[in-house]
């Protein structure tokens, strides 16, 4: 059985920094695509950033030069370090993984998903 499961959420205040982790038990990373995913109250869930199964990164327009996505093929995790966070960012965060070398923008695309980690920013 296939769990993700992510670590590092917490609350913080505006400018300040988080690194969220996500780590797979019952398969591995290495080759396969991983976004991160986030959700606020009343609203869809939503891509933030993702790494293709052969390293290539995404970002949402929002987080770019904020947020950044990589792995570390020898713990075989994948992160999401997130700088400067801004009171919008507040949101659970999701990991998610599916069979694919290419990074879907949609969350019906994957397969995989954590059970999520709240990130709460302050003003």
């Known amino acids: 059985q296939v769990q993700l499961v992510e670590s590092g959420g917490g609350l913080v205040q505006a400018g300040g920094s988080l690194r969220l982790s996500c780590a797979a038990s019952?398969?591995?990373?290495?080759?396969?695509?991983v976004g991160w995913f986030r959700q606020a109250p009343g609203k869809e869930r939503e891509f933030v950033a993702g790494i293709s199964g052969d390293g290539n990164t995404y970002h949402k327009d929002s987080v770019k030069g904020r947020f950044t996505i990589s792995r570390d093929y020898a713990k075989d995790t994948v992160s999401l370090q997130m700088n400067r966070l801004e009171p919008e960012d507040t949101a659970v965060y999701y990991c998610a993984s599916l069979n694919a070398v290419v990074v879907p923008l949609r969350p019906r695309e994957y397969d995989y998903w954590g059970q999520g980690t709240q990130v709460t920013v302050s003003s």
């Open positions: 019952g398969r591995t990373f290495r080759g396969y695509a």
